[in-house]
């Protein structure tokens, strides 16, 4: 039984028999509120005459299948989310007409009436395998054809495609009024993964960006309770920047004729990148005060849909093998473009502190893959949206790019957006191009980087002389045993010395490393700097390691160190060494106190109080973790005193402190700030800022549910309730679990965005006691829920709430036999992996914490 499932074989064999002419598709909004009509035309050719194939949808009630003219019998030919085509002709004529079901999950045709007006508001997400969802489809990349929708909806709403909005017809046979036809023109080629509808009562603002191919018609669109926060101007400055900086660097006008971004409620990923008709999280429309990190990715998502435009949209992968391919070079564009035509020139910086960092996590974890994954099938792929994929990807895509040249490499992308306009490729494709660009060879750069999986360390290893220079100074390489490939990198080593209160780079080489160990000539007879930092400029895609020398430099006075990304790299290997064991929590936690003060790049200040406080609660010694975590709290609230009025850094750790906060007099402290009695000159105590305070209390038992709903009063919007829900779900009481579980793991009635907020607030640290009873729960829910709830609830729910914050040697005992023994889907047992991984990584910290 194919389930909803594809394999890569079977699309290869449909698109070796049919081209795809066309597709019509007409929605009819207007019947109700659980399902919508969706009548779907395709016209195809096949080249073998008789031969059967299928075609796709899911979960639809259809009433009527013809094919060439012939009534076909949906209760024999509509079984098991597929239409079984047969007795093909070498041209073909299929309808089906249908009623789809509208989504609460955010796949397919999502629906959502908004709380503060009650106004409707839906929006199509497709990728990866849900266009038939909401039609009939050939659900596969490389089968691309010109799409012609018709939508029916309410008039007087704003209904968005691909194509350019027309303008609205009465509805036909409709007496009383109050309905409306939209027929927009067809599209050029296109996936059915990036063709979009949204309708719905959407605000829309209108403006052109004037560029050197021409005019493009730019809308932005959000919901009526959120015009306010639609900072359009900014967005359209953004818009503008990135369409004339990739205009240029792409050497190919823009495809889609129109550029409409649509902030969408209740929204499973940051964006997508719909042909022409972008969609994106409607968070990003900021309500309350936001640091600049935010502003910083927010520019990072609008640049790589962007990107998406010309490459997955204008040239498409062929299948989903390429996924990474195509989500990397969206993340090196954005970055790239961020850099040169934006005004977050220190991009890179953040890539490091926060996109790297996530990169590395995921590549530690058992569920680890090459970048180029084997996704033989759907199942493969959809759990492949991951640290690899994305950031991974986008780290070794930016040496490649080092490696051939910038020019080099923009060259060849040139060349293939030319030769493979509107049409599907493999990743040899793209390869062929930079080959010719570069006139470099690639095969064994992309066998090492792209075909095995696991991230590499680098250590230095000397010995000194008497005089205190290098005597002997080389690079050592290891690798996981899992992973043992050993691999080439281009590295820089810094040399810095203290001088004058301030870390100063002395000197800098690069050198090529291959090998378990690289003699470095070039340093021996260099005095020892005061710290050594390998992975200077951030180059090399690996973890690095500092001596004892540097880490106490970097401990005693990382804030003197001017340069940002040198202190990202210094930033990134102490969490990496907590992470590893070498470096215990206690002294991560002191280095995070002592230097994020001064830390100038966004996202460190936003990103790296987390670790610490993950380092204090998880990361600790059991008999040193009562006094890290008042040190932490306390270390906390003096940052936060001293921190620079209406600066992010006293809005980051205000945030921070409100996670720290468990001390009596710490809550108090919450509780005034909300209550007014307590303000931080420059600190705004708004809406979101609002709800972290009070959810630091919820944590608690400081706060009930007559608190909680008193707050939702002062902010009744779909923000509130998610937040409500979380806060309700954090409580340390039996009763608020397991309310909390109902909501996370059974019901089927939530939506995606509030489900996610029960599950991440859930899991709370010093709440063993009522936790306890879910680790037997949880694993129950594991055995089936994949095939329950459907991807995205299931695996939101099993990644987080497994029951880290419990870790203990039983805890792995018991999920050991659990992996054992159990016949869950493979995703969701990847899932379980994971958690068993982050449990005994943690295991490991705390007894390094203990050591001291
Ligand atoms: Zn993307």
Redesign the pocket.
Known sequence: MPGTNLTRDEAATRAALLDVTSYAIDLDLTTGDKTFGSTTTIRFTCSEAGAETFADLVDATVHEITLNGEPVDPATAYADSRITLTGLAAENELVVRADCTYSRTGEGLHRFVDPADDRVYTYTQFEVPDARRVYTTFEQPDLKAPFQFTVTAPEGWKVVSNSPTPTPEPSAGDGQGGAAVWRFEPTKPLSTYVTAVVAGEYHEVLDVYHGKHGDIPLGHYCRQSLVEHLDVEELVKLTRQGFEFFEEAFAYPYPFGKYDQLYVPEYNMG???NAGCITLRDEYLPRSRQDRSFYEFRNEVIL??MA?MWF?DLVTMKWWDDLWL??SF??WACYHAAVEASEFTESWTGFTNARKNWAYRQDQLPSTHPIAADNVDLRAVEVNFDGIT?AKGASVLKQLVAWVGLENFLVGVRAYFQEHEFGNTEFKDLLAALEKSSGRDLESWAQEWLQTAGVNTLAPEFELAEDGTYASFGVRQTADPDHPTLRRHRLGIGLYDEAGGRLVRRTSIEIDVHGDHTDVAELVGQQQPDLLLLNDGDLAYAKIRLDERSLATVVGGLATLDDSLARALCWGAAWDMTRDAEMSATDFVALVLSGIGSETDAFGVARIPGYAALAATLYSAPENRAALRSTWEQGLRKLLENAEPGSDHQLSFARAYAGAAHSDAALTDLERVLDGTLTFDGLAVDTDLRWTLLKGLARNGRADADRIAEELERDNTISGQEHAAAARAMRPTAEAKAEAWEIAMVRDDVPNETQRSVVLAFQQYGQDEVLAPYVEKYLAEADTLWERKGTQRASTALEFIFPKQLASQELLDRVDAWLDSSEANPAAKRYVREGRADVARALAAQAKDAQG
């Open positions: 964006a997508m990148e790589h849909e998406h997955g195509n989500e969206a993340e994305y």
